[in-house]
């Protein structure tokens, strides 16, 4: 399928890796309705398809994506953002079984730090920028800033960061748990590759249950989470990876993960 925003690679690495590049490079990537409407139909394509096993998403070195587009926001109506309901795509996002890997250079501000922090790990340039500047333009994070930025980062970074608009930098980012690595800008990429290729070697059926599991740490309580854990562990159970995981174990092989 031809994307106008976005450019969509299923086999960019070997081993089931997908590549989806944001690309509005005039724009810094800001995410208009289009963009976020290709982004969520080439996800789920993605989803779908077996052949992929895990999916990095990354716009280009100078920026990841600076926000929600700002000129296409500016003249609406509450009513108007209402029926639109322009977040509604980032539902769909949130429900991607397959792990997403965020490999950010340059600006992730507003809905592209929101957009980032909605993927599963994050690997930054020593360029990046992190922030939710949206106070700056009279108005708050709306895609899960506030949210998913305090539980990253905790309250005083992140209502500093939210009513101030300041950025941090990568160095801070990894410092305060935001992100998973920070690499130089010219390896930003491969070493997403990389760490998606570590997870790519994985059963993709407990990839899956393992990222829905992690997930379900941020909206339920210890027991509700530790409960959903156990009942994920169990079923694996009835998957071939685990009879092979572990048979391989014991016989002292690599194992062949087959998904089922
Ligand atoms: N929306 C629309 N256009 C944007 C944009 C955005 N979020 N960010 C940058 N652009 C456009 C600029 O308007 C400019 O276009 P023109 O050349 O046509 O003027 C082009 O991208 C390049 O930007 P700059 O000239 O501003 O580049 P810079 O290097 O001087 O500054 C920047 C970079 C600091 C990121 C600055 O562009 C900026 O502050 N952008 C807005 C950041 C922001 O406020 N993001 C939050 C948006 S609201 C939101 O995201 C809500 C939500 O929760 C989802």
């Known amino acids: 399928m031809q994307y106008e925003f976005i450019t969509v690679n299923p086999d960019a690495q070997p081993g089931g890796i997908a590549h989806i590049q944001l690309n509005r490079p005039k724009e810094l990537n800001a995410?208009?309705?289009?963009?976020?409407?290709?982004l969520k139909s080439?996800?789920?394509?993605?989803?779908?398809?077996?052949?992929?096993?895990?999916?990095?998403?990354?716009?280009?070195?100078?920026?990841?994506?600076?926000g929600a587009d700002i000129k296409q926001m500016a003249g609406k109506s509450a009513i108007d953002?209402?029926?639109?309901?322009?977040?509604?795509?980032?539902?769909?996002?949130?429900?991607?079984?397959?792990?997403?890997?965020?490999?950010v250079s340059g600006f992730a501000l507003g809905g592209g730090c929101e957009l980032a922090m909605l993927c599963d790990m994050i690997v930054a340039?020593?360029?990046?920028?992190?922030?939710?500047?949206?106070?700056?333009?009279?108005?708050?994070?709306?895609?899960?800033?506030?949210q998913r930025l305090t539980r990253a980062v905790g309250k005083a970074l992140a209502m500093e960061m939210v009513l101030t608009g300041k950025f941090i930098d990568a160095a801070e980012a990894?410092?305060?748990?935001?992100?998973?690595?920070?690499?130089?800008?010219?390896?930003?990429?491969?070493?997403a590759f990389r760490l998606a290729a570590g997870v790519a070697e994985m059963s993709p059926v407990a990839i899956k249950l393992a990222k829905e599991s992690v997930l379900k740490a941020f909206d339920s309580?210890?027991?509700?989470?530790?409960?959903?854990?156990?009942?994920?562990?169990?079923?694996?159970?009835?998957s071939e990876d685990q009879k092979e995981g572990m048979q391989a174990f014991v016989e002292k092989r690599p194992p062949v993960f087959k998904g089922k």
């Open 31 to 38: 995410l208009n309705l289009e963009l976020m409407s290709e």
């Open 125 to 146: 340039s020593e360029t990046a920028k992190f922030g939710q500047p949206e106070i700056k333009i009279g108005v708050m994070p709306g895609a899960g800033g506030t």
């Open 174 to 191: 990894y410092r305060v748990g935001l992100i998973n690595r920070v690499v130089p800008v010219e390896l930003f990429l491969e070493e």
């Open 42 to 66: 080439a996800l789920q394509g993605l989803d779908k398809n077996e052949a992929v096993k895990v999916i990095v998403l990354s716009g280009n070195e100078k920026a990841f994506a600076a």
């Open 221 to 238: 309580s210890l027991e509700e989470g530790l409960h959903f854990e156990r009942k994920n562990f169990y079923l694996l159970f009835a």
């Open 81 to 103: 953002m209402y029926e639109v309901d322009q977040f509604s795509t980032w539902d769909a996002i949130k429900k991607i079984k397959k792990p997403i890997i965020a490999a």
